[in-house]
């Protein structure tokens, strides 16, 4: 199958939008790959799978979803017969029943997670310090700068919900796990991984890969494709 005939659609994570796969989507592109970040409101998990599936329909051909982070809920409850893999980098899986809350919170925290709390307005954001102590605490500066400016809340309705059958079950997943990840900690990441059954590519990255080793995403999302597709 020809790169025209694959399509990619990116789902970003909470306290983020579509610009943090800034550094993955040129070299996908480039291959020929047709490639979307779909816009997540981040209002509740319906509303973001909404989102995802209405940029699946608008996408030609067979796609290759990837989920960052909290979007990994979100991209297991897709239905679209369009999507022939799934790539979770550093994300988060929750299981029929099962809410992303309690897979996040499944195990201690690292010692440097930021304390999460709705704010007046009941949405939840992540304080500027935490971009820079377990966010991303690999990134330079600059990089620091544009994700806190562009960060946008996450609502409760998010990850309180429980889930219905993940779409992992019955599509091949690949899991790039985040060794140095201070949000969601590889004992976590491991426990999903290994219950999906999923391909593990381990790297000794932080929480937010798609801007600090943006190779490393893209070599797991060219690794699906290939396996998973053809091509």
Known sequence: MSAKEVSIVLAHGAWADGSSWAKVIPPLAAEGFKVTAAPLPLTSLADDTAAVERTIERTPGSVVL??????????????????????????????????VADVFYRNQPHPLAPKLAPDKNGLIYLPEEAFATAFA??????????????????????????????LWKDRPAWFLMAEEDRMIICATQRFMADRMRAKVRSQPVDHAPIVTAPEAVVEIIREAISEAIGG
């Open 66 to 99: 990837a989920g960052h982070a909290y979007a990994g809920a979100v991209i297991a409850a897709v239905r679209h017969d369009k999507v022939k893999a799934l790539v979770y980098i550093t994300a988060l899986a929750a299981d029929e029943g099962e809410t």
């Open 137 to 166: 605490q690999n990134a330079t500066a600059n990089e620091l700068a544009v994700l806190f400016s562009v960060q946008r809340p996450i609502s409760p309705a998010c990850i309180s919900v429980p889930v219905s059958r993940p």
